[in-house]
T-cell receptor, first 111, second 114 residues
């Protein structure tokens, strides 16, 4: 079945550093892919998504490109800020019905 | 603000008790999802309802049950509570019932079982 593998954390960076959080998928087709973020004390919220191969999702300076050649959907940001400290999830899709979120990747940005 | 509301925000109760968590989805969303988030288990999918019917089931214990009412709000009932049930419980909603729909999360209910 379809599955997604997310890089485990935690990840600690300094402010203005470049960020990459890896996410790779296996699928027979081209499922929609997502990145969700959970800021401290809040619920999850959709950060960006891509619905087909070669799509690029972007939001708040974050980008992820749906690359079918490498079956990847890595999250990137050129210059992180302290306010980006959060837990990031690249959920997998099981069947047609549900997203599986897992532990996520905890990102800490130090000033 | 996602448009999803959850009540109560905090709940403290004792082992063996029963509690009900309530969720109101975004206006127009037909699907409601329940998740449990604990430090050791991460975010675990419990159950999904779509337009009043159970659509998908995850790692939901038999002591837990849920339903979605005709006005589309949902309730998660947790009974015979144990210490290990202490967690954040999130509700999410989406327009459709398929897994590739964007889900909008509520602020969560923090349950503490003493």
């Amino acid at each position: 079945g379809d599955s997604v593998t997310q890089m485990e954390g935690p990840v600690t960076l300094s402010e203005e550093a470049f960020l990459t959080i890896n996410c790779t998928y296996t699928a027979t087709g081209y499922p929609s892919l997502f990145w969700y973020v959970q800021y401290p004390g809040e619920g999850l919220q959709l950060l960006l998504k891509a619905t087909k191969a070669d799509d690029k999702g972007s939001n708040k300076g974050f980008e992820a490109t749906y690359r079918k050649e490498t079956t990847s959907f890595h999250l990137e940001k050129g210059s992180v800020q302290v306010s980006d400290s959060a837990v990031y999830f690249c959920p997998s899709i099981e069947g047609a019905q549900k997203l599986v979120f897992g532990q996520g990747t905890r990102l800490t940005i130090n000033p | 603000d996602s448009g999803v509301t959850q009540t109560p925000k905090h709940l403290i109760t004792a082992t063996g008790q029963r509690v009900t968590l309530r969720c109101s989805p975004r206006s127009g969303d037909l699907s409601v999802y329940w998740y449990q988030q604990s430090l050791d288990q991460g975010l675990q999918f419990l159950i999904q309802y779509y337009n009043g019917e159970e659509r998908a089931k995850g790692n939901i214990l038999e002591r837990f049950s849920a339903q979605q009412f005709p006005d589309l709000h949902s309730e998660l009932n947790l009974s015979s509570l144990e210490l290990g049930d202490s967690a954040l419980y999130f509700c999410a909603s989406s327009v459709g019932g398929a897994g590739n729909n964007e889900q909008f999360f509520g602020p969560g209910t923090r349950l503490t079982v003493l």
